[in-house]
């Protein structure tokens, strides 16, 4: 009877290492797919963000004008009211969308002589302008191409909540990746002497060129 124990206690213990180790490889690969594609831009705009003056092209601004109708013009007029800070009303923003191709929405500026409305976005920039006595409107859209709408992206500049929340969830799954490869690291470094000191060169390297290297 006493000889069975230690053999049990042997038999639970690799039980339990092999529950762990299912577990450990289950979140590893579930955590690796989530942030596959998002580790594959971030490291490209890496790339692109760190020789951002080679690789980005030339700005290109478009230009428009126009003149709101009376009926909307009524909706933004001048007025005794003190400067505020507001949406643009929902026809005049409409109309702003489909007469000049550019988003109506967001907070717009309100002064005694116009409404202004900036409109910021990854890879460009953009504003409306509408005159709140004779209703002129005019608008810039300047975009700098593809490569820094991506570089845009990799900081979250005027991405909007959606985006900022995709970073964080994307942050958490890189997160489980690294510690779930650490922890199977773990577990194979009897095998894989190397295990270790690559680990340790991969803190140690940009420890050193941090250190003597940026001032």
């Known amino acids: 009877m006493h000889g069975t124990a230690p053999i049990q206690t042997q038999?639970?213990?690799?039980?339990?290492?092999?529950?762990?180790?299912?577990q450990l490889h289950t979140w590893h690969w579930v955590s690796s797919a989530i942030s596959l594609i998002g580790l594959l831009l971030f490291a490209f705009t890496g790339i692109t963000l760190n020789h951002a003056a080679d690789v980005e092209g030339a700005p290109?601004?478009?230009?428009?004008?126009?003149t709101l109708p009376a009926n909307?013009?009524?909706?933004?007029?001048?007025?005794?009211?003190?400067?505020a800070k507001k949406?643009?009303?929902?026809?005049?923003?409409?109309?702003?969308?489909?007469?000049?191709?550019?988003s109506g929405a967001g907070i717009a500026e309100w002064s005694a002589d116009e409404v202004y409305l900036?409109?910021?976005?990854p890879g460009g920039d953009g504003w409306v302008a509408i005159d709140r006595h004779s209703g002129a409107v005019t608008s810039e859209a300047t975009s700098r191409g593809w490569i820094s709408y991506l570089n845009d992206l990799h900081k979250g500049r005027n991405?909007?909540?959606?985006?900022?929340?995709?970073?964080?969830i994307f942050a958490?799954?890189?997160?489980?990746?690294?510690?779930?490869?650490l922890l199977l690291l773990q577990l194979h470094a009897k095998k894989r002497p190397s295990t270790w000191p690559l680990v340790a060169a991969g803190l140690a390297i940009p420890a050193i060129l941090a250190i003597l290297f940026i001032h």
């Open 60 to 66: 290109r601004t478009v230009e428009k004008s126009a």
């Open 118 to 121: 900036a409109l910021p976005r």
């Open 159 to 168: 991405a909007g909540t959606a985006w900022t929340w995709f970073i964080d």
């Open 72 to 83: 909307l013009l009524r909706q933004v007029a001048a007025d005794d009211a003190p400067d």
């Open 11 to 22: 038999k639970n213990r690799k039980s339990a290492r092999a529950f762990w180790m299912k």
């Open 172 to 181: 958490v799954a890189c997160f489980l990746f690294a510690l779930t490869g």
């Open 87 to 102: 949406p643009l009303p929902a026809p005049v923003a409409a109309w702003v969308e489909n007469s000049i191709g550019q």
